[in-house]
């Protein structure tokens, strides 16, 4: 048996995925960047392990999950989990709110 993909979609995809990890590539570089300016700004590398490892894992598990479905809502539904379950667990490793 052969699929037959449409090279628009492919394209969409490839835009799409390069969009997600260049956006966490800039949010790991944000405080980096911070640091050169300002000393309220100071991460040392614990901070960027446990960002990286969050931000990534994050990525990588919402890339599975965008592949296991095709319907563009289940896939807003779970980039909306993801993005709220690294911002509650941010938020507690920062100031402990929870």
Same mark, same amino acid.
């Given at each position: 048996m052969t699929s037959t993909t449409k090279k628009g979609g492919e394209r969409l995809s490839r835009f799409w995925r390069l969009g997600l990890w260049s956006l966490i590539a800039v949010l790991l570089l944000t405080? *980096?960047?911070a640091m050169q300016f300002t000393r309220?700004? &100071?991460w040392d590398g614990a901070d960027f392990a446990f960002a990286g490892v969050l931000l990534v894992g994050a990525g990588i598990l919402f890339e599975l999950a965008a592949r296991a479905t095709r319907s563009l809502a289940w896939r807003l539904a779970i980039g909306a989990v993801l *993005? *709220? &379950?690294? *911002?509650i667990i941010w938020a507690d490793a920062a100031v402990g709110v929870f």
């Amino acid at each position: 048996m052969t699929s037959t993909t449409k090279k628009g979609g492919e394209r969409l995809s490839r835009f799409w995925r390069l969009g997600l990890w260049s956006l966490i590539a800039v949010l790991l570089l944000t405080p *980096l960047i911070a640091m050169q300016f300002t000393r309220e700004v &100071a991460w040392d590398g614990a901070d960027f392990a446990f960002a990286g490892v969050l931000l990534v894992g994050a990525g990588i598990l919402f890339e599975l999950a965008a592949r296991a479905t095709r319907s563009l809502a289940w896939r807003l539904a779970i980039g909306a989990v993801l *993005l *709220l &379950a690294v *911002l509650i667990i941010w938020a507690d490793a920062a100031v402990g709110v929870f």
